[in-house]
């Protein structure tokens, strides 16, 4: 039940198109939804993230759109760049129990925009 | 702007032997976690730390890890004695009172 699922496990996109993950859960306890982007060698880094009394949040290219009914949410990169290029983790946690957010990852999608 | 850091970036040790990781984390952050990453999965959930005591541990995190806050600034990873599995990337990260988790650059720990 603490699992995220996530796909596809790798994307390649034209450069100028549209990325789009997949992520599903099951904890109805879960409150947060981060994406974070992962370069090669480096720590995850938060890209956009979402409470789930919205279904969508845009940020510039990226957008998250969240179904609360379905435990589903993905992520949308808009006119997709090879700068974008990196490993892209949902997450989700429950930020109502203090102190205790861990964050529950899905398995991570490898994204590659080619020119 | 703040960032966690951690050192070392790298660590190569013999199976059996102690390490400690290190991370100093956001400055006025509360909540510390460790996490790890073996090589090209997902992001594991270790230990996470607030008010000088662990708040949750996962299943992994067994009798071999402990974790300390020493100061007001460091916070450590010990790992007693280190075994092959133990091979991963290990972040740290840290939450102040919004909900983003901050993660700083890993150490990369290969046992032998």
């Known amino acids: 039940q603490q699992q995220v699922k996530q796909s596809p496990q790798s994307l390649i996109v034209q450069k100028g198109g549209i990325s789009i993950i997949n992520c599903a859960y099951e904890n109805t306890a879960f409150d947060y939804f981060p994406w974070y982007q992962q370069f090669p060698g480096k720590g995850p880094a938060l890209l956009i993230a979402i409470r789930p009394d919205v279904s969508e949040k845009k940020e510039g290219r990226f957008t998250i759109s969240f179904n609360k009914s379905a435990k589903q949410f993905s992520l949308h990169i808009m006119d997709s760049q090879p700068g974008d290029s990196a490993t892209y983790f949902c997450?989700?946690?429950?930020?109502?129990?203090?102190?205790?957010?861990?964050?529950?990852f899905g398995t991570g999608t490898r994204l590659t925009i080619i020119p | 702007e703040p960032e966690v850091t951690q050192t070392p970036s790298h660590q190569v040790t013999q199976m059996g032997q102690e390490v400690i990781l290190r991370c100093v984390p956001i400055?006025?952050?509360?909540?510390f976690y460790w996490y790890r990453q073996i090589l090209g999965q997902k992001v594991e959930f270790l230990v996470s730390f607030y008010n000088n005591e662990i708040s949750e541990k996962s299943e992994i995190f067994d009798d071999q890890f402990s974790v300390e806050r020493p100061d007001g600034s460091n916070f450590t990873l010990k790992i007693r004695s280190t075994k092959l599995e133990d091979s991963a990337m290990y972040f740290c990260?840290?939450?102040?009172?919004?909900?983003?988790?901050?993660f700083g650059p890993g150490t990369r720990l290969l046992v032998l």
């Open positions: 400055s006025n952050h509360l909540y």
């Open positions: 997450a989700a946690n429950d930020i109502s129990n203090f102190g205790n957010e861990k964050l529950t």
């Open positions: 990260a840290s939450t102040g009172v919004q909900e983003t988790q901050y």
